[in-house]
């Protein structure tokens, strides 16, 4: 399934943040995830310095949990919900409506519904069967059509299921005006984990096509631009500036008229460097030469991203010295349940801790209980505390 050459190396973060999550982990037991609300702030504020103005909606899905949304609220920042789960959780948190949109294409009328009840008034779009679900609401909403820009490059092509070509955006958006619907503008998503800010400027370039066009067939101006999530995070190791990864996409936005409105949706760049995983060796044997580390998390855990194409994850122990190849497996009686096949690891003892960063976007929120083995535990450090709570 996978080829993972990690190497054990001192902590990438910093010793003071491994010392606190080991003694996390000896208070509150593994697996743990460990979520920074201090990161998750930071990350929000240098997207923000890189796309100033962009309204930046952080996208539940990588992370849906209610300390990530006070943090983001008490910064301003907005959100973008896809299901009535999300849409309960920022209702609990108090966020204004006016805050969010709504982005999954395909909705029940009573997901609509909910929605609106709360009071989310923008949705998006991407059929005509979905169009006419509006129709009882059309005083109530405007719309944003999806548009698809595939690439197969990034961790997740979110391309594949949703959003329509350029060629038919014009005859839904006219379908739209017939059915006295009002679309406010367009969305796309040019994939999870992007590395090539041309994605963005293409699908950037391709939107003003349509925007241009709808003018020229009367059907009005549209004044608003959601450039989507996919905005990238270092995994490998190898940083990568923000700020720089964004000046095309500032350079492609600087083009545009001062009418229209700019939206982003990111969701992992906000909150995958914010939480530390830390797990725990439970057995291990010698197999081919090999010793395999049987941990308390794996796949059906916090490590699913492993089967659907998340990149690849570098691992820790507190030595580091004598390094050996390893595998590390999860826990669970399934045999895909590993981790790391090829995983450079000192001599670890059974109950020794094994680290991962950059663990806080499609982990926790993936996670499923195969086997009964309990998802990793969730530890906030709060911003103005600093103190552990249990999430
Ligand atoms: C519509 C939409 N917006 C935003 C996101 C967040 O994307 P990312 O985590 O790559 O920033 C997703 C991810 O699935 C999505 O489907």
Known sequence: MMSVSTLAQPFATNNEHLSLCTALAKQHGTPLLVLDLNQVRENYLQLANALPNVALHYALKPLPHIDVVHTLNELGGSFDLATNGEVDLVAQAGVAP??????????RVSDIEHALSYGCTTFVFDSENELHKF??????????????????DAAADLSKKFGVIRADALPLLKRAKELGIRVRGLSFHVGSQTMDAGKYVHAIEQCKIVFEGAVAEGLGAMNTLDIGGGFPVSYSGQPIDIFEFCAPIRDALSSWPDTVQFIAEPGRFIVASAMTHVMSVMGQSKRGGTTWYYMDDGVYGAFSG?????????????????????VLTGPTCDSIDVISDNCLMPALADGDLVFTENM????????????????????SLQPSLMVAQVG
């Open 360 to 379: 806080g976007a499609y982990t926790w929120t993936t996670s499923t209980e195969f086997n009964f083995f309990a998802k990793a535990t969730l530890i």
């Open 306 to 326: 492993r089967v659907y194409g998340e990149p690849d994850q570098r691992f820790y122990s507190l030595a580091h010295e004598d390094v050996q190849p390893c």
């Open 98 to 107: 006016s805050q969010v949109i709504h982005t999954h294409p395909i909705k």
């Open 135 to 152: 129709v009882p609401y059309r005083d109530q909403v405007e719309l944003l059509l999806r548009l698809s820009f595939p690439n197969k």
